[in-house]
Nanobody
Framework: VQLQACGGGLVQAGGSLRLSCAASGVSLDDYAIGWFRQAPGKEREGVSCIYGSDGSTFYAYSVKGRFTISRDNAENSVYLQMNSLKPEDTAVYYC?????????????????????WGRGTLVTVSS
């Protein structure tokens, strides 16, 4: 299983970025796909999750209403549209997948329940 995240960059506060996560070696239909982030000196935190099977979505309170997760199963990819970015959104963003059959809503933003991780992409939001 390989996951490739891209789309990070430098943006001013209030701006937007779209992250992509391309998966290979796995069919996203069978997985929950999560976005996580880790800021310098902080623990990794869950940002959003989407079920590849039915498209159910979950968001951290800190990004709800600003970020939108979506999937394209034909492309085996997941996207994170990030709008109204704030300096506190600055972090390395990672995508990860977890077996949908063992995932429950309470664990969708918990990193320990994810099986495969991609390399991160850096998002920097300047004030």
């Amino acid at each position: 299983v390989q996951l490739q995240a891209c789309g990070g960059g430098l943006v001013q506060a209030g701006g937007s970025l779209r992250l992509s996560c391309a998966a290979s070696g796995v069919s996203l239909d069978d997985y929950a796909i999560g976005w996580f982030r880790q800021a310098p000196g902080k623990e990794r935190e869950g940002v959003s999750c989407i079920y590849g099977s039915d498209g159910s979505t979950f968001y951290a309170y800190s990004v709800k209403g600003r970020f939108t997760i979506s999937r394209d199963n034909a492309e085996n990819s997941v996207y994170l549209q990030m709008n109204s970015l704030k300096p506190e959104d600055t972090a390395v963003y990672y995508c990860a997948v977890a077996d949908i059959h063992t995932m429950v809503e309470a664990y969708t933003l918990v990193a320990e329940f994810y099986d495969y991780w991609g390399r991160g992409t850096l998002v920097t939001v300047s004030s």
